[in-house]
């Protein structure tokens, strides 16, 4: 049963706590808290369902996500129609989440908008667990700033709140710089994707394409903590560094 299974059920014993502990217990109503309270009080052996390691980390990942969006959205103080439509599509095409991971991404959103946790708070607890893993810190950003920049502009309250990611994260400001060109045109988005500068050397760019696309090949990713349904965003990641390579060469005649 995956984590999603065992939070519906309402009969697991995991003490996550901090502002994601607390979304999480919300967006799954009041009888999930209380069986959770009367699970560990009780003195029976074995009486309680658990998250193993790995699905603790994937419940992190996707609250976590879903609040930072939800905190990103509402930076200019309300929560637009197009913004909706942005994390339903994001929902849908890209993560391709089935009807009952959508309803709890959805509820999570909710919880997060209306919580009085700041967008800091969720991004240092999200850190605290993902902190060694820097492949899945930028999965995070590119998520951020997809959504941030889904109208062709990123607000000076969203780019405030996609900075302090960056520094909580410990995330370069020239990695952000690259990363932001997908979406905002600055730079020629197929070095950034790689996170070469134009003026690398062909051997430069060659080495990096091999170091990237050995940290986000499938196989790799899949066991690095992402929840199932983000799975599919991630290997879309590795094709994207594939097409970058290849438009590289392509303009550089290699």
Request: charged share 25%; net charge neutral; proline share 2%.
């Amino acid at each position: 049963m995956s984590w999603l299974g065992k939070m519906i059920g309402g009969t697991i014993g995991f003490a996550l706590g901090g502002p994601i502990g607390a979304v999480a217990g919300a967006a799954f109503g009041h009888t999930f808290v209380d069986k959770k309270e009367e699970i560990y009080l009780s003195s029976k052996p074995g009486a309680r369902d658990t998250l193993s390691s790995n699905e603790e980390a994937q419940l992190v990942f996707f609250t976590a996500a879903f609040s930072m969006l939800a905190k990103i959205s509402k930076a200019d103080g309300k929560v637009s129609k197009n913004e909706i439509n942005t994390v339903e599509n994001f929902m849908k095409r890209d993560l391709q989440l089935d009807l009952n991971s959508q309803k709890t991404a959805i509820n999570i959103f909710r919880q997060a908008v209306n919580s009085n946790e700041s967008f800091d708070a969720f991004a240092m607890q999200f850190y605290s667990v993902f902190r060694t893993q820097p492949n899945i810190i930028e999965l995070m950003m590119d998520v951020l700033l997809r959504v941030s920049a889904a109208d062709g502009s990123i607000s000076s309250e969203e780019e405030a709140m996609l900075l302090s990611a960056t520094r909580i994260f410990n995330y370069s400001g020239s990695d952000y710089a690259r990363l932001k060109s997908k979406y905002v045109r600055e730079t020629n988005k197929y070095y950034a994707v790689l996170k070469c500068d134009e003026t690398a050397s062909n051997e430069e760019i060659k080495k990096q394409y091999r170091k990237l696309v050995t940290e986000y090949h499938p196989d790799k990713i899949e066991a690095k903590g992402l929840p199932e349904e983000f799975i599919k965003f991630a290997n879309d990641k590795f094709k994207e560094i594939q097409e970058a390579y290849e438009n590289i060469k392509k303009e550089r005649g290699l």
